[in-house]
Every structure is written in structure tokens, then in C-alpha cells.
């Protein structure tokens, strides 16, 4: 029976609980061909919960050239529906614009009608950029969706007996491994531990025991401050952190054991020391002036990040610029994904403001320009940008695979997780403290943000609890509430981040203050060992089941204080509940495939409890948890029409 006491047209769309809405997502179960090419025509999938109500007709709107098209969809199985509680239609779409924007048109039998598209379940029509998206570029390397990165800051990682032979430099404060990190200027910048990439190397060990993959290095060129974002080169590493040799020493050693490994680019600014800046400061005849936007004849005066004058901003109307650094095989991009350096791509700093100066806009020329040479050098390579709020307008997959940005999971996360604490601002919003969510609002922030990124984009978007530019997590977390906010960051679409010392348990009120040498010493303190084995068990179920990865995501609750939902594939369905509080939730039977399961259910990992009965699901917990069942995979309705009948409508 449907949950509507009236017809459907008639009810919003929140009247319906989440189990009992029609469902679509990028993954396999639902999209036939992941990264199709020009012309091909892909299956796409619908699931309806009968539950929903009875539906008479389903069509796909696509916009190809911006011009609108609907294509019947056919209903799967005999009767359209399957045993499980769900009925299941599919759609073939011909994929005739790089990305290919759809979604569906459900006509209840009771004369109302929905739209359904990447943000959820609308009762009006709905706007073009929240459509699920089909997307004909080169696709990422395969091994991004399933990577757990793990980010360092080079000079607070690990320091090799090599590093006492070396002289701090003029820029340099000095500072032992246990000090304190300096809060204030000139310390935040410009106080020295003298971690280098031998130290990383003898640290794999760790790495290896976490489960991690990827190895995400901030800027490893030689600078003026300990963070290097002031790049006074790009041809060489930092002779402070080994030089070249190290790097391919790390690099080697990283492959050897499985580790992909990119760098960090500064694409929008160099450093005031840069070559380049400085035989074109105050030198108009310069070749290198056309590099940097200048604010007058004598070329003194320029333009910088923020204001900042040790970071002049680069000027991407320059060919000369673009060859050099990023167009083909002799540019600094490609030098470093090559041989013997051969990393695996890189994340480009402040690629929100890269090209973009008041009425000019380069962004996507330079992206397009950085990853063309990538194709070119290693198609098996990513490239991940940095941007600070809403990054959907540039993440449709032309460039950049995914994104690493606050928006989508850190801030609602934060917001749902952390204590309500006075705060100089929230991830650069000016509001005094931390806002506190309910789950409810959790849901619909990361359900807002996502939806504007293609399927693949959102499976590359970087899941971060915390990084080198941010307070940590556990500053304004409890304890209890640690492996939930890491359990979702590790079964939410997209990469898991540990930013190097949160498994450690550290603190840090600002991103300079998180920059904190690692704590090795206290590896085997009782407190920190089980926090490190809470992260390797954590990442080591993500890795333990591919649905986690690259499966469907579906929202099955959400309340005050619990969020359930699936990730699931045709092999098989992974519930996870994450609760912040004691929580009881109750669900149809019909909402996963029990497989027979009837009574108690073991969890995977976790504490809370699920029994099925004559009820239904009931998903207890006592107080925060992060638990996680395995149940069988999804069964699809079967096609039974001809493939030969499987054209398009028109």
C-alpha cells in the first residue's frame, strides 16, 4: 500500500520517507556504461519502491545542445516489478554532448507527476545543472575511486639522520621535533622542523599498517617558508627536503608497496623568489614579464593571492607561461609525472582562482591545458583541485577528476559531529562558532553540494575531516563521536583523507596550528595505538568491500541523531548506521535484500544491533556508533524486451 493517505501529486516531497523514494545514481546498478564516448547509447536505470505508489509512465528529459528531449522508459521485468519491493524501469540515452544531462519524469497513475534528478525528488520542474550526468571526456585512472589518500606536510612528517647535516637557511627559525608549533608570525610560516622525504620513506611502514593507497605531498620545491606555497622554483625539489634524489627514492619505494604518490602544484601564484618573478620585477624588457599582471610601468607594484605580496598571482594570458609550465612534454607538468620522478598526478592549489582575475576567466583553458598534457605523459594519472565552496561549475569532468573542497562532506559533517564551539570562523564563514545540525541537515547539505558533480566526479571528490589548511577534527570533537565522522568519511562516495596525525589523535585550532610534527614516539601510548588501529579498521573495511568504492548510494534514514544508508552493488549491499546519540530506527523489510535473514545480524564493524522480524528492521544503538552489516547484492529486474527493440524513443 502507499504511505499517502492522499494522491501522490498532492504530498511534497519530504512527506515520503527517504526508503520509499524512486532512486537513481551513477553507479553500475543504475548506468551501463561508466564512461561512455561520443554516440554511444548507455542504459539508464530507475528503482521504484511500490511502496511509492503505482506509476504509469517514467521518461528521461535530456538537453542535448540545450535543447530539450524525452525518450520513453520501459519497465523491467514481467510486470515491471521484481520480488524485492521495488518495480525497475530503464531508459537508453545516445550520448551526444561531452556531458550528457538527464533526468527523469515519473506520471503516477493517480494523474500527478514528479521530477527526479541528482539533488532528489521535486514536485516542480528542476534545473539543468543538478542532472544526473553522462560525461564522454577521458575518464579518470581506475584506481581513483578506490583510493584512501593519506596528506603530508613534508616538513613535519619525518626527519632523517641526513636532515642534521644540512643548514637551516636565512628564512628558517629553527625548531626541535617536540617543540611547539608557533602560532604567531613570522613563526607560522617561517619556523623550521626540518622534515624531509627520506623521513616519509622510513615511514611507510605506518602507511602500510593504516592501508592507505595514495600519498598526497604538499609542495616539495624549494621556498621561502615551511609550507613552500612560495615557490622559488619548479624544476628541482627542495635540496632542504633531499633533492631529487630523495623524491625517487620515496617514489620508488611508494610503488614498490603499492602507494600511488602526486604532487602539489601552486598554479596560480609562484613566489616573490621565483626565477621567473624576479628577472621580470622591475625589468619590463623581461621575457618573464608577460608571466605576472603588473600595476605599473616600472613593473614594482603587481598583482597577488589575497593581497599576499610574497605571492604574485601568474597571468595565463601568456603562451610562454603555458609552454613552460603546463603544455606538453617539456613543461613542468609533465616533468615530474615522467620518469624518474613518476608521479601519479597532482592537486593544484587554489584552483578556484587559477585563470580568473576580474573580467578575465582562463580556469578552463588551464585546467584543460594541465590535463591534456597528463593524457599525454600518463593518461594513468589524477588531477584533483582545490576549491573552497561550491566547486560544481568547474568539476564536470572536463579536467579536474575531483575536487577538494570543504562544502560537500567536511562542513556538514563538522556541523552535525563537533561541539557548537566559539570559532574565529567555519571554514572561512564569519559565523563566531560552529553550527549545530541535525542529521536531517547533514543530509540535505551534502545532498546540495554533490549533486551538481557528475557520478565519477563525486567518487574522486576528496572526503576530508580535516587538512593542513583546517583546525583539526578533534579539536572540537568528542572522543565517541571520532569513528563515526571517520566511518562516513570512508563509506561516503568519494576519496577518504587522513591528514597525517589525526590517527594520532592531535589537535589544531587553525590550519598553521595543525601543521604538527608526528608524534612518533608515542606510536605505542594505549590511547593513541587504539586510535591508529581504529583508522587501519576502518579503512580496511572500505578496502575490504568494492561497494564502498564504486557502489550506488542510498539514504534509507535520517533524524536528529542517525543517519542510515547502503552502498550496494549487483555483488553486494553494505547498511551502515552512524548515530551521534542513542538512536532506535525501524524500516520495512523490503528496503535491503535480507537474503533470509531473520532475527540477529552480526555487524561487519560496530556496536549497535540489527534484528529483522515480522516488524520489520530495527537498527539499535546506545550512543554514538558507526556500524556496518553485510547483506546480499542487488538483484535488476530483467530486460525482457529484444535487444534489437532497445533503440531510442522518439
Known amino acids: 500500500m502507499p504511505f499517502h493517505p492522499t494522491p501522490q501529486h498532492l504530498q511534497p516531497p519530504g512527506a515520503t520517507p527517504l526508503h520509499a523514494l524512486p532512486h537513481h545514481d551513477g553507479s553500475p546498478l543504475y548506468v551501463s556504461t561508466p564512461a561512455p564516448s561520443l554516440g554511444d547509447v548507455v542504459t539508464v536505470r530507475l528503482r521504484i519502491p511500490l511502496a511509492f505508489g503505482a506509476v504509469a509512465t517514467v521518461r528521461t528529459r535530456s538537453n542535448p545542445d540545450q535543447e530539450p528531449r524525452f525518450d520513453d522508459a520501459r519497465p523491467l521485468g514481467s510486470a515491471g516489478t521484481d520480488a524485492d519491493g521495488y518495480a525497475w524501469w530503464a531508459a537508453d540515452l545516445r550520448v551526444e554532448n561531452p556531458v550528457h544531462g538527464y533526468r527523469f519524469l515519473i506520471d503516477m497513475a493517480d494523474g500527478g507527476h514528479w521530477w527526479l534528478n541528482a539533488s532528489g525528488l521535486h514536485d516542480i520542474e528542476t534545473l539543468d545543472s543538478e542532472d544526473f ?125 603499492g602507494f600511488k604518490v602526486i604532487g602539489d602544484l601552486t598554479a596560480n601564484h609562484s613566489g616573490d623568489g621565483h626565477e621567473w618573478f624576479r628577472a621580470a620585477h622591475g625589468t619590463p624588457a623581461a621575457p618573464e614579464s608577460a608571466f605576472y599582471y603588473w600595476l605599473d610601468a616600472e613593473q614594482r607594484d603587481y598583482m597577488s593571492w589575497l593581497g599576499v605580496p610574497e605571492l604574485p598571482k601568474f597571468n595565463w594570458t601568456s603562451p610562454e607561461l603555458r609552454r613552460r609550465f603546463i603544455e606538453g612534454a617539456d613543461s613542468v607538468v609533465a616533468k615530474w609525472l615522467e620518469p624518474p620522478f613518476s608521479l601519479d598526478g597532482w592537486r593544484i592549489d587554489v584552483a578556484n582562482m587559477t585563470g580568473r582575475l576580474g573580467d578575465e576567466d582562463l580556469n578552463a583553458e588551464v585546467r584543460q591545458a594541465i590535463r591534456q598534457t597528463m593524457l599525454e605523459v600518463n593518461p594513468d594519472t589524477i588531477l584533483l583541485g582545490e576549491f573552497t565552496n561550491d566547486a560544481a561549475a568547474d568539476f564536470q569532468g572536463d579536467a579536474w577528476h575531483g575536487a577538494m573542497t570543504y562544502a560537500n562532506f567536511t562542513k556538514p559533517l563538522w556541523s552535525w559531529l ?18 549545530a545540525h541535525t542529521g536531517a541537515q547533514f543530509h540535505r547539505a551534502h545532498t546540495r553540494f554533490a549533486a551538481g558533480f557528475p557520478w565519477r566526479t563525486r567518487l574522486a571528490t576528496m572526503n576530508a575531516l580535516d587538512t593542513h589548511d583546517t583546525a583539526r577534527f578533534r579539536t572540537h570533537a568528542e572522543a565517541e563521536v571520532v569513528p563515526v565522522a571517520v566511518g562516513l568519511s570512508v563509506t561516503l562516495p568519494g576519496i577518504p583523507v587522513v591528514f597525517a596525525g589525526d590517527e594520532f589523535g592531535l589537535a589544531g585550532i587553525d590550519g598553521e596550528h595543525s601543521r604538527t610534527p608526528m608524534p612518533w614516539s608515542t606510536a605505542a601510548d594505549p590511547e593513541v595505538a587504539g586510535s591508529i588501529d581504529l583508522y587501519a579498521a576502518l579503512i580496511g573495511l572500505r578496502r575490504a568491500h568494492e561497494a564502498l568504492s564504486t557502489g550506488g548510494l542510498r539514504w534509507l534514514h535520517v533524524g536528529d541523531d542517525a543517519l542510515v544508508y547502503v552502498r550496494e552493488s549487483a555483488g553486494e549491499t553494505v547498511l551502515l548506521l552512524a548515530t551521534r546519540a542513542a538512536a532506535d530506527v525501524t524500516l520495512p523489510a523490503w528496503v535491503v535484500p535480507l537474503g533470509g535473514v531473520v532475527g540477529t545480524l552480526p555487524a561487519e564493524l560496530g556496536s549497535a544491533v540489527f534484528s529483522a522480524g515480522q516488524e520489520g528492521l530495527h537498527l539499535a544503538a546506545t550512543g554514538a556508533s558507526f556500524t556496518t552489516w553485510v547483506l546480499p547484492g542487488v538483484t535488476i529486474a530483467a530486460d525482457e524486451r529484444p535487444v534489437s527493440q532497445r533503440g531510442l524513443a522518439r
Open 418 to 435: 563537533c561541539r557548537p564551539d566559539p570559532v574565529p570562523s567555519f571554514f572561512g564563514v564569519p559565523l563566531g562558532r560552529i553550527p
Open 133 to 257: 550526468k553522462l560525461v564522454a571526456h577521458p575518464a579518470p585512472p581506475d584506481w581513483a575511486a578506490t583510493s584512501v589518500m593519506y596528506q603530508v606536510f613534508p616538513d613535519r612528517f619525518g626527519r632523517s639522520a641526513a636532515a642534521d647535516t644540512r643548514e637551516a637557511p636565512d628564512w628558517a627559525m629553527p625548531a626541535q621535533w617536540g617543540d611547539a608549533v608557533d602560532q604567531l608570525p613570522p613563526g607560522r610560516s617561517h619556523q623550521f622542523y626540518g622534515g624531509d622525504l627520506d623521513g616519509i620513506t622510513e615511514h611507510l611502514d605506518h602507511l602500510e599498517r593504516l592501508g592507505v593507497t595514495l600519498l598526497y605531498l604538499t609542495p616539495v620545491f624549494p621556498g621561502r617558508s615551511n609550507h613552500r606555497y612560495d615557490a622559488a622554483a619548479f624544476t628541482e625539489v627542495d635540496p632542504l627536503l633531499g633533492g631529487d634524489a630523495a623524491l625517487i627514492r620515496l617514489v620508488e619505494a611508494a610503488h614498490a608497496r
